[in-house]
């Protein structure tokens, strides 16, 4: 029904074995695996990470880990900004996305996962209009290897370069509603993230009703809003002045609301905790008791086996 797993992000210093040994080992189910190019520049937190070389694909290499383990690839993972205001930059991003895709297709993998992107600088109108001119050619290519694409609405926006508008587009359902007018094919959908609505001061489970068709992934984290530091900065500061991300059950998302709309709408797939709790990172220890307590906290909405 529900298949539990993880982003491998955070296991960042592990080889892909060590990640499918770990969730495995802990009755994972599946796992959405980063494939940041290899060599990558990015220093932002949890990106960078390349535990699947997809200029190097050894298919037969992975096809027999996930065999030997019993976990299975929920999704491709890479996060850059496709519209970024340097051109050369969006346009490197936007072809290591085209490289995901096809990856994705030679080892039958359902989804890619990543931003739609933005130019911090421009209006949403104007940062719809590039999404209409360089979108399409990427979802061409995702209809022809049958691969969906999955938008997690992640703001983008937590470090002072990313001011004022963040560096992904697909923040808010107004704005996936424009993106899927412009652009409407099904292969185009949502890496749903409830804890995205939540220091935005909305409503993180009426999506899951209203996007039902579009739900190709799920994240499971958790942001705490601190109303105190929100009633002095006020909604116009950096969110990270008033919120932080949190394991899940250790924040404000409604999580058996959530859940019981997933079930309402026969969500069938994968549902993989992102961690991103800076509590959580002072070693690998750490880092391992951090998605033990996710999933321990999860458990009591899934089945583990």
């Not at 990015?42 to 880990?65: E, F, P, T």
């Not at 360089?134 to 997690?152: F, L, M, Q």
Request: with cysteine; proline share 6%; glycine share 6%.
């Amino acid at each position: 029904m529900l298949h539990l797993g993880f982003v491998s992000a955070i296991l960042a210093e592990y080889e892909l074995e060590q990640v499918l040994k770990f969730a495995s080992e802990q009755r994972f189910k599946c796992v959405e695996v980063m494939c940041w190019p290899t060599g990558n520049a990015d220093a932002r937190r949890y990106a960078g990470v390349s535990h699947i070389d997809v200029d190097n694909l050894d298919i037969k290499h992975i096809q027999h880990l996930t065999q030997k383990y019993g976990v299975y690839i929920s999704g491709l993972g890479y996060y850059p900004n496709p519209l970024d205001p340097d051109p050369e930059k969006a346009e490197y991003y936007r072809e290591h996305i085209k490289k995901v895709i096809r990856a994705a297709a030679r080892l039958n993998v359902p989804v890619v996962n990543t931003f739609i992107g933005r130019n911090p600088s421009l209006t949403i109108t104007e940062n719809l209009k590039l999404f209409a001119e360089h979108w399409p050619a990427i979802v061409n290519v995702a209809e022809e290897n049958n691969v969906k694409i999955g938008i997690e609405n992640c703001p983008m926006w937590f470090t002072d370069d990313e001011w004022p508008g963040g560096k992904n587009l697909a923040t808010t359902p107004a704005i996936w509603d424009r993106m899927f007018e412009i652009i409407p094919s099904r292969i185009l959908g949502l890496n749903y993230d409830p804890s995205h609505l939540i220091f935005q001061i909305m409503d993180e489970v009426r999506p899951i009703y209203d996007y039902k068709e579009r739900l190709h992934h799920i994240h499971l984290k958790d942001v705490k809003l601190y109303r105190d530091k929100l009633n002095r900065v006020g909604i116009m500061a950096n969110p990270l002045e008033y919120h932080s991300p949190k394991l899940p059950g250790l924040g404000d998302v409604r999580w058996r609301d959530f859940f019981t709309a997933l079930t309402d709408v026969r969500y069938r797939g994968p549902v993989c905790i992102e961690v991103e709790d800076k509590a959580y990172e002072g070693s690998s220890e750490d880092v391992q008791t951090a998605i033990l307590t996710a999933r321990n906290y999860l458990s009591q909405f899934l089945a583990l086996s």
